[in-house]
C-alpha cells in the first residue's frame, strides 16, 4: 500500500492496529470467501495483511526515529501516554528553569495534539499571567513543530527507499 505522506502512513498505522482483524459478524464472509477463494483478489489487502504492514511500518518508525521523536509519534498519532514522559522532560528543558509544572507541560502537549484545553486553564495550572502563559505555549509549540519536522523528514526518507511513499523531486519539495 502507497501513502501520499508519512503522517497518512502514521495515521493509517495506529488506526488499525488498533482496529480488531475479525469482527464476530464478518467470520462467514470469511468462511464463504475462503470457500471460493475471493479473499485478497484484485490485490486487496487482507485484514492481516492489513495489520502485518501497520506493525511493519511502526516497527520501523522505532528502528530509525530518535526516542524523542518516537515519544511525539506515539502521542500525536497514537495517542500513547507512554510518550509525555520524555516529551515534557525535553519541553521543560527548552523552558529553562522557572517553569517545572509537568501538569502544565502536559496540558500544552494535549492541547497541541487536538485536544480542547483552553489557554485559561494552562494558565491556571501554570499559576501566571496569560501573557506568560501564551509565551510558554508558543514556546512549546514552537518546540514541538521542530520535532514534528525532523521526525517526518526521517520518516519520509525511509518511506521513500522502502517504496511506501512516491519519491518527490527537490524541485517539488521546495514548492511545498
Known amino acids: 500500500m502507497r501513502f501520499s505522506s508519512p503522517q497518512h502512513a502514521l495515521?493509517?498505522?495506529?488506526?488499525?492496529?488498533?482496529?480488531?482483524?475479525?469482527?464476530?459478524?464478518s467470520v462467514n464472509d470469511m468462511r464463504e470467501a475462503s470457500r471460493t477463494g475471493r479473499a485478497g483478489e484484485n490485490g486487496e489487502?487482507?485484514?492481516h495483511d492489513r495489520h502485518a504492514q501497520a506493525a511493519l511500518i511502526l516497527s520501523m518508525?522505532?528502528?530509525?526515529?530518535?526516542?524523542?521523536?518516537?515519544?511525539?509519534?506515539?502521542?500525536?498519532?497514537?495517542?500513547?501516554?507512554?510518550?509525555?514522559e520524555?516529551?515534557?522532560?525535553?519541553v521543560a528543558?527548552?523552558?529553562?528553569?522557572?517553569?517545572?509544572s509537568r501538569r502544565s507541560i502536559e496540558q500544552i502537549i494535549?492541547?497541541?495534539?487536538?485536544?480542547?484545553?483552553?489557554l485559561r486553564e494552562i494558565r491556571k495550572s501554570m499559576s501566571c499571567g496569560m501573557l506568560k502563559a501564551v509565551s510558554y505555549r508558543n514556546q512549546a509549540y514552537d518546540t514541538l513543530d521542530a520535532i514534528h519536522l525532523q521526525a517526518m523528514d526521517r520518516l519520509r526518507e525511509e518511506m521513500e527507499k522502502r517504496d511506501l511513499l512516491p519519491r518527490v523531486s527537490?524541485?517539488?519539495?521546495?514548492?511545498?
Open 11 to 25: 495515521r493509517w498505522a495506529y488506526e488499525t492496529s488498533n482496529r480488531p482483524i475479525v469482527k464476530i459478524s
Open 45 to 47: 489487502l487482507t485484514a
Open 61 to 84: 518508525c522505532e528502528r530509525v526515529l530518535p526516542a524523542i521523536h518516537m515519544a511525539y509519534v506515539r502521542v500525536q498519532f497514537g495517542r500513547e501516554a507512554s510518550g509525555f
Open 86 to 90: 520524555l516529551l515534557t522532560h525535553h
Open 93 to 100: 528543558a527548552n523552558f529553562g528553569t522557572g517553569l517545572h
Open 110 to 118: 494535549r492541547a497541541y495534539c487536538g485536544e480542547k484545553i483552553g
Open 170 to 176: 527537490g524541485a517539488e519539495i521546495r514548492r511545498i
